[in-house]
DNA sequence: ATGCTTCCCTACCGTAGAGTAAGAATCTGT
DNA sequence: ACAGATTCTTACTCTACGGTAGGGAAGCAT
């Protein structure tokens, strides 16, 4: 009678175990959360988490691995091959900054805790790092000329770690994903205090200026 | 017997635990970090610990006031305003890096545990909001036809956040102080796929390639 | 040489929370 | 309608660790 849902199939209450854990672990962080505080979020009992997931640190890292998961299906489309490699930078920040600002709840696991959390750093930085590879590679295809001794990787990794940096404002609700991907972009190729986009922008409107 | 020195006078033997705990905090974490591990490795007793700062939390946030104090001096020289707005924003970029480059202890006490420990993070996040705007500010300032509409505290966050994330791969040793901060100097003014320096440069040297 | 202050330790308490033992329902095939 | 598998719970155990009680020894006055 652990709240009226019962005797579900075991891989459905694995997805509802994983769903609320990642939802109390994104707001409480790793140490924070009790095994109870996420049995009684999914309407479960202590034991199912242990039945399912042998420990505590087996399920954050089931969270970890879903959520990452998620994360990067949600770049693939960036890899189309059809487009030009600066449109795919393009698609890839858009693809990036919506995933975050959808899921933030996922970005906080990922990010927030699971970076900072010795033990569970590597297996994030793993995907971190695929994406600074996926990130450098677009720089490198879409340089004219590239000045030799160019180090593509560390330039990726400033461009991701300011993509980060926004992401979080996007968490936070205080940008739009729109605004945030036109930044990022003219940082890449024009640097911060160029102008903006040349082509069309401001298309949209003129009002607030800030999104909420 | 704790180890043999004994008898300190109170100042000295809180600049020691102080000392220890950033140590076994940015080694270990917040939570991971036993009382006990720092009062070891303190050479103390536990209750010392206890007897002048009242708690563990009181003894973490004492870490985060002392290294962020520390951090701000550090950055200080930027401020001079006999310089230009641009060479102020050189200057402090060598000052955020090089500050990393040694103090790697305060580094990762104060991003990667502080930040990500609730309760904490807003009191870092105070230290790192006002790099913030002190970056808006200069970016502002050394900006000769700003676009309208152009919101420079959100690329403030970029460039602080791509620092960050370079800071970080300094931290670990893999890039040199002088290197990164040319990377974002340019990626600051021309962009990621500009050109490099366009004055001297190289001129240093070939020599090591790593600072200490 | 006696009190007062400062520094410091050994030994303990209390509890939060990870993990488990034991078994009760419910479903499925035959 | 019975056996076996699957889902699920209540009610524990046990340990790590934050925090404390109580006292001891060294310096410094007068």
Redesign the interface.
């Given at each position: 009678m652990a709240g009226g849902t019962k005797r579900l199939p075991r891989a459905v209450r694995e997805q509802q175990m994983l769903d609320a854990a990642v939802d109390v672990f994104s707001e409480?962080?790793?140490?924070?959360t009790s095994m109870d505080a996420i049995a009684t979020r999914a309407s479960i009992s202590k034991p199912m988490l242990y039945l399912y997931y042998g420990s505590k640190d087996e399920l954050f890292a089931a969270c970890i691995s879903r959520e990452g998961q998620r994360f990067v299906e949600a770049l693939t489309p960036a890899g189309d091959p059809a487009l030009a490699p600066r449109e795919q930078l393009r698609v890839a920040l858009e693809s990036f900054l919506g995933f975050v600002d959808q899921h933030r709840n996922s970005w906080m696991v990922l990010y927030?805790?699971a970076?900072?959390?010795?033990g569970f750093a590597g297996q994030v930085q793993n995907s971190r790092d695929r994406l600074i590879e996926l990130t450098a590679h677009l720089?490198e295809s879409?340089?004219r000329e590239p000045?030799p001794?160019?180090?593509f990787t560390?330039?990726a990794?400033?461009?991701?770690?300011?993509?980060?940096?926004?992401a979080?404002?996007i968490a936070g609700g205080e940008?739009d994903v729109e605004?945030?991907a036109d930044?990022?972009e003219?940082?890449?190729?024009?640097?911060?205090?160029?102008?903006?986009r040349p082509d069309h922008l401001?298309s949209e409107h003129?009002e607030t200026?800030y999104s909420a």
């Open positions: 409480n962080g790793f140490h924070d927030r805790q970076l900072s959390q010795q720089l879409s340089t000045d001794g160019t180090d560390i330039m990794v400033a461009l991701v770690g300011a993509g980060e940096a926004v979080d404002r940008i605004k945030a930044l990022l003219n940082l890449a190729w024009r640097g911060l205090a160029g102008k903006k401001e003129p200026g």
